[in-house]
């Protein structure tokens, strides 16, 4: 449910411009869409500017909300995050780009007379905290990664901490395990204050509770995510493999697709699964934009990430959707299933433990759907994006008390 839009907002309204290099349909600018459609347009108008074109763009537009593209040179923009190092970014091509870029930014936010910038992505933070500091407007880094070298390349790791105390923004991290990474001083001026903001997620109505029929039935095991050797795809058919020769009559679902130029791995692990003689077990969906259809229809969902996951909301989709989760506990992960309670964790790059947990929820099908209705009940106090919309447009309101 959209909040207020299509009221007729009065016109002196503060202006959120929000900042994304990437206008993909993935995890962080989803989020993105779920807060802008989400927020107050009585008290604050938002405008996107995205970087480049795609998904994000039109279903923004189709959302009624006021988006712009200032295309950035693709030799930027697609740069893959974990490829950045010191060297990329001096390169004076690069600089050049960059420099051109943040004068065009700091322009549009005169002339959009920009209240407040909120910067969605590693990019837009460096180059809008940039432009923000040119035309003297607030900068909010809403930082969704953990800002870590076993995450990102150790220059991209200093250059980012550095950047946000140089720049002097307002940081939201989406988990006190993003927040960390950040290594602020206790001390910190006034305007460089953190906070921790969950990601939100849209609230549907209850879907059916899992059924866990043990032996009698061909119930799915799924995971979501974009296929990436860090998502742990190939733990979790592993893990498949070690489950179907217990439970030979289960069938498993990898649902996403690579994003950012991951087709190698793709190979490799439907490789794997052929050598595990998983083909007739094991469906590949490829990208689905039905992910609350697919959740409902799942019996156990299975997140696999192999190095800290800054949050994990497809898992948050997976509890408000009733399924008993079994996680990887790394990252913002714990933050979201207390084991035991709203779902199961088990260590990182473990494929026997994920297979056990995955084994403990068939023969206990009662626990599975206490776990999952515990989920759900957590997932809808905590994670929903109306609760993170409001925790947000309170930064707003500090920013602007402080002015
Ligand atoms: N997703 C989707 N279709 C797919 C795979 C993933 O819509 O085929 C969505 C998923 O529902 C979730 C997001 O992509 O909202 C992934 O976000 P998450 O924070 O879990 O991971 P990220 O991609 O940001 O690392």
Redesign the pocket.
Known sequence: MKRRIGAQPPTTRPTILFLDHSAQ????E??LFNLVTHLNQEKWKPLVVLFEDGPLYSKLLEAGIETKLILLDPRVSKKRKDTLGAKSVLRLRELRVICRFCYRLARLMRREKATIVHCNSLKADILGGIAGKMARVPVIWHV?DRIADDYLPRPVVFGFRWAARLLGVTVIAVSNAVGKTLHFPQTTQPSLFKKVIY?G?VVHDGLSSPHLLKGETTATIGM???ISPW?GQHIFIEAAARVHQRFPQYHFQI???T?FGEEEYEKQIRAQAVQLELENVLEW?????D?NQLLHEMEVFV?ASTTG???????V?AMLAGKPVVATNGGGVPEIVQEGQTGLLVPMNDAQSMAEAIIWLIENPEKGRQLGQAGRARALEHFSIQKTAEKIEGIYSELLKDR
Do not use: A
């Open positions: 349909w993935s995890g962080g989803i989020s969704r990601n997620v979501v995510g974009r998502k649902i996403g697709s994003l969906t490829g990208f689905r934009g992910i997140h996951e800054p949050f994990g909301q497809v898992i989709e």
